[in-house]
């Protein structure tokens, strides 16, 4: 055969991948959008103990045909805060058992001419397509289709390439010797580096058991591509999870060490454990060599049934050890108490069946709690910030107090998601108090953050701007900091609810005491500008600032008031 034929046939394998891999994609996203918020409500509701988090995991992952959409859903949870480590490495464990599906579809799309069934399915979709009630349903339909389509296009391509006769390719897979550890593990790290390469690890499955069924690669070779293709699908969700929080990086880095665990003692039991899955399918890797018929018939099953037992036995064996490897990923992952501070993580508030409510209320207002330290942390930032005069030490300060305003907006809504699926239940008239006052707590900590960032952005301003406050203004803006700074622990000490310290008129005089001095420097920030003692525009930032501060108190006042509202509730 020339070269000219050879490229004509690599295009068509690789136009086949193609159409696999999206095939894959369009399925996969179709089935997401039709179960909608189901699939988030069921992740989160269904992680209570290892067991449901596993099965919750294979669930959903035979359900979207992706472990490595369940994987990155997982990790966004976690970085949200909504599953703990732990309940995340279960749901991880049941994924990879869910994708074993996609394996069984290989083989029967590579043992069964689906074409009777392709073009069908391509019709039926575009009308489902073009209605609009059931537009997902065609995308599903489309992308089956392809999926079943990609794999009929790879196996009539191998059949025509005539593998099993050509000389080269015999060769090259004859130099490698079967019973050799070194060969298994050079394919098992090939098929690692292809799946990297590729991100799918259904189209390596599918190259796979092309090879394997043309007869020219070995059955062993070809379950350490397949070895290889579960350590390599874990980098979508490590390159995912870069940008997220240590917890999150942490999640996926458990999905890497779960999968080379499974790699390492398979490789120990390597070939007795592959001869027992040829002899349960009816096939001896070492007997006579079958027909072409026959290979196509049992290689693909062999793959597939490994490919199940691999992940099943991994499974069985490492979620008795989900406490230790969580240590190991946080070992490996370290943080400092920054890193602890800076990610946002309900630390209360569990995701899973709801508890009585009186519980829940507990943790919501622990929650709360938490959620007011954090915001007193953002204003010691800011307080930082005013004084920075190194350029690089400032920015990165900053970019702190934004990710901080994120995670407030992110903590105020999870802990009303949470209240609002509290006040579904059947709750006393105590309870519903309780729990309208804490949804104005977070409301007023949230604008707190608000606030807060609103400074640093000023402050920002000023530092743009290469005009600067004069000495006494400095003074007078930390003299504002200091009384805000006040009526921020007070409002914490208030939400904690230590009753031997509890001052309830503290706040409102620090309060009163803010207006009044917000007042004063007004008053004396018109009569400086007139005396030119600095620009309008640095008075207007100076003004922002004081002005901020004033508002800001506003709205602890309004914590403290919602607070004492519950706490009248509870007299």
């Not at 369940?70 to 049941?94: D, E, K, P, R, W």
């Not at 999968?259 to 070939?271: D, K």
């Not at 001896?284 to 049934?305: C, R, V």
């Amino acid at each position: 055969m020339d070269t000219s034929n050879y490229l004509v046939f690599i295009f068509k394998i690789a136009g086949s991948l193609a159409l696999l891999i999206y095939g894959m994609k369009i399925m996969s996203e179709a089935l997401q959008k039709m179960a909608g918020p189901q699939l988030r409500h069921v992740l989160a509701a269904m992680t209570t103990n290892r067991f449901t988090g596993m099965l919750t995991g294979t669930l959903i992952t035979s359900a979207v045909q992706s472990s490595t959409a369940t994987t990155v859903m997982t990790v966004s949870f976690v970085n949200a805060g909504l599953l703990t480590l732990a309940q995340a490495i279960s749901v991880i464990m049941g994924a990879n058992i869910g994708t074993t599906l996609t394996a069984w579809i290989m083989s029967l799309g590579f043992s069964v001419d689906l074409t009777s069934f392709v073009f069908p399915a391509f019709m039926v979709g575009i009308i489902l397509i073009y209605s609009r009630r059931h537009r997902y349903k065609g995308d599903f339909l489309f992308g089956i289709a392809f999926l079943f389509y990609s794999l009929v296009l790879l196996s009539d391509t191998g059949k025509s390439l005539d593998l099993q006769h050509n000389k080269a390719v015999i060769d090259f897979f004859g130099s490698f010797d079967v019973n050799s550890y070194f060969s298994i593990l050079i394919f098992l790290c090939i098929g690692t580096v292809i799946t990297l390469i590729v991100q799918s690890s259904a189209a390596v499955m599918a190259i796979t058991i092309l090879l394997c069924t043309t007869g020219v690669l070995p059955i062993y070779l070809g379950i350490a591509l397949v070895m290889g293709e579960n350590i390599g699908t874990t980098g979508t969700a490590n390159l995912v999870a870069l940008g997220s929080n240590v917890q999150a990086r942490r999640t996926a880095m458990a999905h890497l060490v779960f999968n080379v665990f499974g790699v390492i003692w398979v490789l120990i039991v390597f070939y007795p454990f592959v001869n027992m899955i040829c002899h349960l399918v009816g096939y001896d890797p070492n007997g006579p060599t079958l027909s072409a018929t026959q290979l196509a018939k049992t290689l693909p099953i062999i793959l597939a049934t490994f490919h199940s037992f691999f992940n099943l036995f991994n499974t069985g064996i490492l979620i008795w050890f989900i406490p230790q490897i969580e240590k190991i990923v946080c070992w490996i992952i370290k943080s400092g108490k920054k890193d602890e501070e800076e990610d946002f993580r309900l630390r209360f508030i569990q995701a899973g069946i709801m508890k009585t409510p009186e519980l829940s209320v507990l943790e919501a207002h622990k929650e709360i709690a938490s959620f007011a330290e954090r915001i007193q942390r953002m204003f010691g930032m800011v307080r930082e910030l005013i004084g920075i005069r190194d350029d690089s030490k400032f920015v990165k300060l900053y970019t702190r107090i934004e990710k901080y305003e994120t995670i407030s907006d992110n903590m105020e809504q999870e802990i009303a998601k949470y209240l609002s699926a509290v006040s579904d239940a059947h709750l006393s008239d105590e309870t519903k108090a309780k729990i309208r006052d804490m949804m104005r707590e977070i409301t007023e900590l949230e604008s707190i953050g608000d606030s807060c960032y609103n400074l640093a952005r000023t402050i920002s301003r000023l530092v743009n701007s290469k005009e600067d406050f004069t000495e006494q203004q400095y003074e007078r803006i930390h003299q504002m900091f200091e009384l805000t700074d006040d009526s921020l622990s007070q409002m914490n000490v208030i939400i904690r609810g230590r009753k031997e310290y509890l001052d309830v008129n503290r706040s409102f005089n620090i309060e009163t005491e803010i207006n009044n001095y917000r007042t004063q420097l007004r008053t004396q920030n018109i009569y400086d500008i007139n005396n030119h003692e600095y620009t309008y525009n640095v008075g207007t930032m100076y003004m922002d600032i004081i002005n901020e501060c004033e508002k800001l108190a506003d709205y602890v006042v309004n914590v403290v008031e919602a607070r004492m509202g519950t706490r009248r509730v509870e007299a």
